[in-house]
């Protein structure tokens, strides 16, 4: 992106990130008003390194004798994707259980832990569990807590709109299919959201299984994608940001990432594109690389059959693996509900093509 279009005086963006920060009636309403969302108008982030990444699952005892233990009781929502856990204290693992966790995840895509207890969980124990599985990446453009920007903070009242902002007022539904910031050099996998306050009804979120949308591909189909590359982009988000009066705290980049990577812990071929990020095919002309996008995306928000809907309360943990998932929030409920959570985003491997295996 040219600088000229994401600059603005200092002046501008500090007092557009003034009328951001929340205070008042929101410090009150909210349940742990420590995880408000802060933006900081002089807060700038370098840009992503490359780093040596060590797969965590891959080191795991397939049994996972530390995690599923006989108090776990487990309700696996479809057989391609999401499984609930009651028994089981995230803050309470130990490297081997955070090892078969990575492991566990990533078979289920999409695990929801309840009744954790928050009380037991602060900020710092948060961010140390999640380093676990990686660097965590500081969001360039979202909320996140004072004096822990490794949080990405989700945040909803009748004020503050979230994806209605962020997608515009002239949408049918607000539907939005992504894998997180994908536009990384090495893009999440084991991923941490912590639902802190949540709507009666609704506000819940739909996951959608990589893996198999890919099995549901004809064999010479899937042949034709692997080895191409796409161009994922954080450049949007960056103009959004900019036009809601938001910060910009890294230069957004954009990366080329395979159509089909591999796993490294289930060996599991996934597609990896989505619309959020996903901008064009690498060596395709526009009308090919728009043809062939927008029927893998049809392809993933069709397929019902391997979707799930995570729903949640306060007191959920949900973790899942963005190397082989999709998913969209739903705007469902009353713009007068709170809604508010926190996540927290380790960075994993270069993403490894289909092809090289």
Do not use: C
Not at 18 to 23: A, I, R
Not at 166 to 181: C, K, P, Q, V
């Amino acid at each position: 992106m040219a600088t000229e279009t994401i600059t603005k005086s200092t002046e501008q963006v500090a007092e557009a990130v003034s009328k951001l920060n929340l205070t008042g009636d929101s410090a009150k309403t909210a349940s742990y008003p420590f995880y408000l969302p802060y933006w900081d108008v002089s807060e700038k982030f370098p840009p992503t390194q490359i780093f040596k990444f060590e797969e965590p699952g891959k080191r795991a005892d397939p049994t996972k004798p530390h995690l599923l233990t006989p108090s776990t009781t487990l309700n696996h929502l479809s057989p391609y994707i999401g499984t609930e856990v009651t028994g089981v204290q995230i803050s309470q693992l130990s490297k081997e259980g955070l090892d078969e966790l990575a492991l566990f995840v990533a078979e289920r895509k999409l695990v929801i832990f309840r009744d954790q207890d928050f009380k037991d969980i602060g900020p710092d124990r948060q961010i140390e569990i999640a380093r676990y599985f990686g660097p965590i990446q500081r969001h360039p453009t979202s909320g996140n807590v004072k004096g822990y920007p490794e949080f990405h903070v989700v945040y909803r009242d009748s004020k503050h709109r979230g994806f209605r902002d962020y997608h515009g007022e002239d949408r049918a539904n607000l539907t939005s299919w992504h894998s997180d910031i994908s536009y990384e050099k090495q893009p999440p996998g084991t991923t941490f959201f912590w639902i802190l306050d949540q709507p009666e009804l609704g506000g819940n979120t739909i996951f959608s299984s990589q893996v198999e949308a890919y099995n549901r591909l004809s064999p010479e189909f899937q042949k034709r994608l692997e080895g191409l590359r796409a161009v994922h982009s954080a450049v949007y988000q960056a103009e959004n940001s900019i036009q809601r009066g938001g910060p910009v705290r890294r230069e957004p980049v954009e990366t080329e990432h395979p159509l089909v990577r591999v796993h490294p812990a289930t060996g599991e071929k996934a597609l990896y594109v989505n619309q959020g990020f996903t901008r064009r095919i690498v060596g395709f002309k526009k009308e090919e690389s728009d043809y062939l996008l927008n029927f893998l995306y049809d392809h993933i928000a069709k397929g019902a059959d391997f979707h799930v809907r995570a729903t949640y309360k306060p007191g959920t943990v949900v973790i899942w693996d963005n190397r082989v998932t999709v998913h969209s929030a739903t705007e469902d409920y009353s713009y007068d509900e709170l809604r508010h959570a926190v996540r927290l985003t380790p960075q994993a491997e270069v993403p490894i093509p289909a092809s090289s295996n």
